[in-house]
């Protein structure tokens, strides 16, 4: 069996993380966390905490640090991610989350945090067409159009643009991105953790693109693509 991994994916919104991260889980046998996942997972709950979140959400803000921190660090001490690893999609966003996350994942620490580069002229492209399963959760878009019209190839599910998929929100997010998340590219780059992989193409490159940089920081090779 391939080797499990401890991995922070990094992007743009619509860069391809949640397409890559599912790849990269099969192909290392680790649990895809996503942040984004459980958030609209709370914003469906109708509790008061869902009803904070919604609001962060539906204006395109970054939810607090605090906030985050607390749902990351109940979902790293399941038993699933204490074994093989975990991949990480949507946390940290900040420097300083990822101070917290290094101090949680002592003594051991990540293994390799990825960067999926990708135009923002493309990933507005991207998001504007971005379809996902009602059902299962399957992303489509451009790279990975259905062959159902507006059902999921996979269970039949209909399809649906996310609520926070508008222009402004979209336009927003990647603001936010720019200010608070870019910089953790040097952060994680100054430590040695980071690989950049690009993000443009079908599904399947990018994610061999990925693989290979994981490998080689296994191998102590450059870890840039």
């Not at 860069?15 to 790849?23: E, H, I």
């Not at 959400?57 to 939810?63: A, D, I, T, W, Y």
């Not at 900040?94 to 990825?114: F, H």
Request: aromatic content about 4%; charged content about 30%; glycine content about 10%.
């Amino acid at each position: 069996m391939v080797p499990g991994v401890r991995l922070v994916l990094l992007g743009k919104q619509g860069a391809g993380k949640g397409t890559q991260c599912v790849r990269l889980s099969r192909h290392y046998v680790v649990p895809h966390i996503s942040t984004g996942d459980m958030l609209r997972s709370a914003t469906r709950s109708g509790t008061d905490f869902g009803k904070q979140v919604d609001e962060y959400m539906r204006l395109g803000e970054l939810v607090p640090d605090d906030v985050m921190v607390k749902v990351v660090e109940h979902r790293l001490d399941q038993h699933d991610t204490k074994g093989r690893g975990f991949i990480l999609d949507g946390f940290p966003r900040t420097v300083g989350q990822a101070e917290v996350l290094e101090n949680l994942l002592l003594p051991r620490g990540l293994d390799l945090v990825l960067d999926l580069r990708v135009p923002t002229e493309a990933v507005l492209e991207r998001l504007a067409s971005r379809r996902v399963c009602s059902l299962c959760g399957t992303i489509y878009g451009i790279d990975s159009p259905t062959r159902r019209g507006a059902l999921c190839d996979n269970c039949g599910g209909e399809l649906h643009q996310r609520a926070d998929d508008t222009e402004e929100s979209i336009r927003r997010r990647l603001e936010l991105y720019a200010s608070a998340t870019e910089p953790l590219t040097s952060w994680y780059a100054e430590r040695n953790k980071l690989a950049v992989v690009d993000g443009m193409g079908p599904p399947e490159q990018v994610a061999s693109r990925a693989i290979r940089a994981i490998d080689n920081r296994r191998h102590d090779r450059p870890p840039v693509i």
